[in-house]
């Protein structure tokens, strides 16, 4: 699973129903001779459907979040099979403003990756990383192991399933500036050790990718290029241009 990299663009509640219709559009135009990468656009719930259309099947499409059971009386919830029905081939779990503003934990976390992960075809993309006071204090590694094994332990993966994690340090999200590359190496090191002995070395190398998101844009992302444990982007504000998604995607690939 590993050759192919993935770059995912994570539009957040930043634009309206209109405003990303129109973005889907203009991704679609820009991407329509892409090649050697998989692309993934993850929009609001409200324009899910309609921005499926538009991006067709070489676009994949991605939700922001799910809830973890299948089926019932939770008010506001989306499940993962309707997710899947949307289109849905991504879905964002855990990303770290669910965890600052909506509380969300580790252990909602792990119970929504394998309600996900009973779905078919639908990939879970799992955000983990420290805050500035853990990167400061030199906490980092113990928080990645522990978000990791909250996560994941446990965890059953099917021989076809896929995983993303994306290694997302919360201080530089949004920040403007991307850590340095030398240090998400780093931390994807820490992962893939940490997952390594918690699945196996060749599960890992098959069903897993990690990423990385934060302040990426066209310019920085060159540095990020041929990092050896870097699989793909996780991609906010700089996705909001299809012009400049499309120099960064084109720069990783
Ligand atoms: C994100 O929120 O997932 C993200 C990577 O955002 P930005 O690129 O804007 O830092």
Redesign the pocket.
């Known amino acids: 699973m590993r050759e192919e990299k993935i770059i995912i663009a ?1 539009w ?1 509640m930043k634009l309206g129903l209109k405003e990303t219709l129109d973005l889907a559009k203009e991704v679609k135009a820009k991407f329509k001779d892409f090649k050697g990468g998989e692309i993934a656009v993850c929009p609001n719930f409200i324009s899910l459907l309609e921005a499926k259309k538009i991006l067709g099947s070489a676009i994949k499409v991605g939700a922001q979040n799910v809830f973890w059971e299948g089926n019932g009386a939770y008010t506001g919830e989306i499940s993962p099979s309707l997710l899947a029905e949307a289109g849905c081939e991504y879905v964002i779990i855990g ?1 770290s ?1 669910r965890r600052k503003f909506l509380m969300v934990n580790y252990e909602m976390i792990h119970r929504t990756i394998k309600a996900v992960l009973k779905v078919d075809n639908l990939i879970p993309i799992v955000c983990i990383g420290e805050n500035w006071d853990e990167r400061k204090t030199d906490r980092r590694d113990f928080v990645l192991f522990d978000q990791l094994q909250q996560a994941l332990g446990g965890v059953d993966i099917g021989p076809d399933q896929q995983i993303i994690i ?1 290694y ?1 340090p919360i201080w ?4 403007g500036t991307a850590i340095e590359p030398s240090e998400a190496e780093y931390a994807h090191k820490i992962v893939r050790l940490t997952l390594n002995d918690m699945f196996g070395m060749s599960v890992v190398n098959k069903n897993f990718k990690i990423i990385y ?4 844009n066209s310019k920085n992302v060159k540095k990020f290029v041929g990092l050896e444990n870097l699989d793909g982007m ?5 996705s909001l241009d299809a012009d400049e998604f499309y120099k960064l995607a084109k720069a990783i690939i």
């Open positions: 994570n957040k990303h403003e994306a997302e530089a999200i949004g920040s998101g934060g302040s990426i996780l991609v906010g504000g700089a």
